[in-house]
């Protein structure tokens, strides 16, 4: 399967709403949305292209009936941002905070993720790259801070370019003043169709530190509000790949951060074994042996990076209920809940 | 300012130390931010002591027109009080010292959504004062001079792109024709230096950069291009000898945090202390180049910045009167060195430390425990000091009288991973989520220790369940007064530390209070308004600071009723 932005089906919370839902009394006619007023490609208060998260905002708003309303603000801290604005209660929705539950505490609540994205190597076409060792030797630039930065600079032989910002890194790589960049992968995609005449070619990188997914969080106590928009971003699946093309969001199969992938230090514990076994039986022709998938939207070594500390629970819940529309099949009749768990404490000893 | 003479003498006789006779200050006036040019945030008043403290009531307060994180420690000039807000500073005010009658007040337009740029708020420290002149360092990475008796606007200088992440927060620093600033930055990527501006026209007359340049001493401890963003900001006030014509300040932490960028991410070091980041640095005032350097930590990897103020004491070491120079360093150890040649006389952890088992003297370095050095891939697990340090930036004081420095310190632990913690912008990503808040062996948070300097040992100490305890002043009272975070203000007898006297602010206090006299009348002032953007690093810690007293933006000054 060629990997494409990966756009998420919001199925299982889609499958156990009805179709009509209420919309909550006091916003009837808006659904106001924080954003960042100059960010492309995700989001920009002045045309002609408004991003990504504008974009969905727009098409979540129209399925829903109701008009957006932006509340615009500077993202420059993750989660100050969010204390500013959505906690504030100067919107309603944010599109693009992390999938990740614990990540505002209990403020917020994400809907399912809708969007995976994460670094990318650019350079010139071709670019052929099998592992980051193919850039030994060549300056790469990198943004200051980043995972990249410190990924690299961790390994011999590699000669980093650093810069403040990610577009400054892409700069020098269109003056030819480095070999390839290693930066925010969305950033180099929408910086090569816009600036770049998409001379360059993109490889996504994965690896720990590397990918995030995003998802829309709204305020605690929100459900139905999120379960609305999770039953939207559903429907929309489509469009958001089509945005993602658009906007330039890297796609194509991404080469493993770590040159030799570990081959997850035989675990000793007995369940871990079992677990192993089944897993291998059962779930290794579509997950790859020992759950080492190098196709990111099957590898089950990043449950704990999407789910955090519900990864447990949504792993017995997939397996045991499947996501029919994905081709995930039902395996709670199958294999039983013992097995299940056995192979759910497998996963979790190979967790990235 | 002149210091007042006949109470000098009497202590000096009296006491077993005495403040650097080349510049100590503070005397009826404090006319610069620690009191006196050395920062000992002493002064030599006694109306109000150790007796009559207990008589201290409110004379006048001033609400400051901003709430959270005060800073603030106002300066007196003449009979007028000079302090600032957080918040840009918002407001400068220049006030009646009697009264608390405002005589005229500067407010600058700050941009807005500038408190995206801070790493730890929208805070400052105060402002400095030289020839009918009040100089103001903005968040805005501007220094502006004020007339001093209008308020009107002299001069605007800019002195770095706080969009960088670049803003400046403490008063500068007056040498000469001189005002000398840095600015924050350490997390953002920025490389540090320190400019030198004309008083009377503003223009830049020398900047040192804090970090070498390719093709200078110094600019290979960095690897590969990690010196060319690579922190070491000086956003702290300095301290300046006019004896030996040396300015002295303290750089922050290297920048990124991620040590394998700036090295080989081990303790093993080698060449790669990443100079001039978490380093004490001696300045000839007038070319603006380094006469000596003392690195407290090389090649951090803990956020250990080494910003904070060093206190110029003169003392008999070995039978001979030696420049001294106190640090409580972040790393949580104190420091003696002689500030003419910049060689270490002693050193010794004044709060909890597990990362070093001491400092080599030969060399000057921490003894590391390599299991506490963070590393990519590596959580370091219960670090003591957490990032906020043995001592973060909240001033001490020290007392000729007891011989002894006031420090609110700090005693919290953390896990920590050699990597970043920050979002990036359009990425909105966390890679790494580290647990900063856990308390201390001993079960307290936070503890003003009176710290003899000589013996390195604790003479006495006030531990407290939660942390951030204000700046210390020391008085020729016999007293240290300090806040705390619940927004106690209080008076101790300096030589037991027994609460003498106290009143609540109603908002926490991390300010450094400051005293004066007037026409034969003693006062003390201190601002209230309690740390916004540090309880947001603590986990529950941090809610139990919120909890403590609400946000705030008060000048409070006290004096003792006429009877």
């Known amino acids: ?352 | 300012m002149k210091r007042f003479a006949p109470l000098l003498l009497l202590f000096v006789l009296a006491s077993p130390g005495m403040v650097s006779t080349a510049t100590a200050q503070a005397g009826p006036a404090w006319s610069v931010y620690g009191g006196d040019m050395a920062n000992t945030h002493y002064s030599a008043l006694d109306r109000i002591n150790t007796v009559s403290v207990s008589r201290l009531k409110v004379a006048w307060a001033l609400q400051l027109g901003s709430l959270r994180s005060q800073e603030s420690t106002p300066i007196l000039v003449g009979d007028t009080l000079y302090v600032t807000s957080s918040h840009g500073p918002k407001n400068v005010f220049a006030v009646d010292a009697r009264t608390g009658v405002v005589r005229w007040r500067y407010s600058p337009e700050v941009p807005a959504g500038i408190d995206q740029f801070g790493c730890c708020d929208v805070n400052n420290r105060g402002v400095a004062h030289a020839n009918g002149k009040i100089f103001v360092g903005r968040l805005d990475g501007y220094v502006v001079a004020l007339d001093a008796k209008t308020g009107a606007e002299l001069w605007k200088t800019q002195v770095v792109d706080y969009t960088q992440g670049s803003i400046i927060t403490s008063p500068p620093t007056i040498v000469k024709n001189l005002v000398i600033t840095g600015f924050g930055g350490g997390e953002f990527g920025a490389r540090g230096y320190l400019s030198a501006l004309d008083q009377e026209t503003g223009k830049e007359v020398w900047r040192l950069w804090t970090i070498p340049g390719p093709g200078e001493p110094g600019n290979d401890t960095w690897k590969g291009d990690s010196w060319k963003l690579g922190g070491a900001a000086a956003w702290l006030v300095g301290s300046y000898d006019p004896t030996l014509n040396l300015l002295y300040y303290g750089t922050s932490n290297p920048s990124p945090w991620g040590p394998s960028v700036r090295g080989p991410d081990s303790s093993n070091y080698g060449k790669f202390t990443n100079l001039y980041s978490a380093t004490t640095l001696a300045i000839n005032p007038d070319t603006g180049k380094i006469v000596w350097y003392y690195q407290t930590t090389p090649y951090d990897a803990w956020d250990y910045d080494g910003v904070n103020e060093l206190v110029l004491v003169d003392r008999n070491i070995d039978g001979q009167m030696t420049p001294l120079m106190f640090k409580a360093d972040r790393n949580g150890f104190f420091y003696v060195l002689n500030r003419k040649t910049g060689q270490l006389i002693s050193a010794a952890p004044f709060v909890i430390v597990n990362w070093a088992t001491g400092i080599d003297m030969t060399t000057g370095r921490p003894i590391e425990v390599p299991d506490k050095r963070p590393k990519l891939k590596y959580r370091a697990k219960d670090i003591c000091p957490n990032l906020l340090g043995g001592k973060n930036w909240q001033p001490m004081s020290y007392s000729p009288q007891t011989g002894l420095v006031y420090i609110p310190s700090l005693n919290l632990c953390m896990d920590f991973e050699g990597a970043e913690p920050a979002y990036k912008r359009g990425s909105f990503y966390l890679a790494f989520e580290f647990d900063l808040g856990k308390t201390g062996p001993g079960g307290y948070m936070s503890e003003l220790i009176a710290w003899d300097p000589l013996t390195q040992q604790k003479v006495w100490s006030n531990p407290d369940t939660l942390p951030w305890l204000g700046g210390t002043m020391a008085t020729a009272g016999g007293l240290v007064f300090h806040g705390d975070v619940r927004g106690w203000f209080k008076a101790l007898d300096a030589r037991s530390g027994k609460v003498l006297w106290q009143f609540n602010t109603g908002s926490g206090i991390s300010a450094a209070p400051m005293t004066y006299e007037l026409d034969g009348k003693q006062y003390v002032a201190v601002v209230s308004g309690r740390t916004f953007s540090i309880p947001i690093f603590l986990g529950p810690v941090g809610k139990m600071m919120v909890d403590a007293s609400p946000e705030g933006g008060t000048l409070f000054v006290f004096e003792l009723p006429t009877p």
Request: proline letters at 8%; charged letters at 20%.
């Open chain 1, 1 to 352: 399967m060629v990997r494409r932005p990966v756009a998420r089906l919001a199925l299982l919370s889609a499958l156990m709403l009805c179709l009509a839902m209420p919309w909550p009394a006091e916003s009837v006619d808006t659904l106001r949305v924080c954003a960042d007023p100059d960010n492309l490609p995700f989001s920009s208060s002045e045309g002609p292209e408004r991003g990504l998260y504008v974009e969905l905002a727009e098409l979540v708003a129209a399925r829903m009936g109701v008009r957006a309303e932006y509340f615009w603000w500077r993202s420059y801290f993750g989660k100050r941002t969010v204390r500013n604005t959505l906690l504030s209660d100067a919107c309603d929705a944010y599109f693009g905070l992390p999938a990740d539950a614990a990540f505002m505490g209990q403020s917020v609540t994400m809907t399912r993720p809708f969007l995976d994205m994460g670094y990318a190597v650019i350079g010139p076409k071709p670019l052929t790259l099998s592992s980051l060792d193919d850039l030994r030797g060549r300056r790469v630039a990198v943004s200051f801070g980043s995972y990249p930065q410190i990924l690299l600079s961790s390994r011999e032989g590699f000669e980093l370019v650093t810069f403040r910002q990610p577009e400054e890194a892409l700069q020098a790589l269109g003056k030819g003043e480095v070999a390839a960049a290693f930066v925010w992968g969305p950033t180099a995609g929408y910086y090569n169709r816009t600036t770049l005449g998409g001379a360059y070619q993109i490889v996504p990188v994965a690896g720990p530190g590397l990918t995030w997914s995003a998802a829309v969080g709204v305020r605690k106590g929100k459900d139905e509000l999120r379960a609305v928009i999770d039953r939207e971003l559903a429907a929309l699946q489509p469009d958001i790949v089509r945005l993602a093309d658009k906007y330039g969001f890297p796609s194509g199969v991404p080469i493993p951060a770590e040159s030799a992938p570990s081959s997850a230090a035989p675990p000793t514990v007995d369940t871990v074994a079992t677990g192993r076994s089944l897993f291998n039986q059962h779930c290794a022709h579509c997950h790859a042996p020992n759950a080492m998938s190098p196709e990111q939207s099957r590898d089950l070594r990043r449950l704990r990076l999407r789910y955090g500390d519900q990864m447990r629970d949504v792993a017995v819940a997939t397996i045991t209920g499947g996501r029919p529309a994905r081709g995930m099949p039902t395996w709670g009749d199958a294999l039983g809940p013992e097995a299940i768990r056995e192979i759910v404490t497998f996963l979790e000893s190979v967790q990235n």
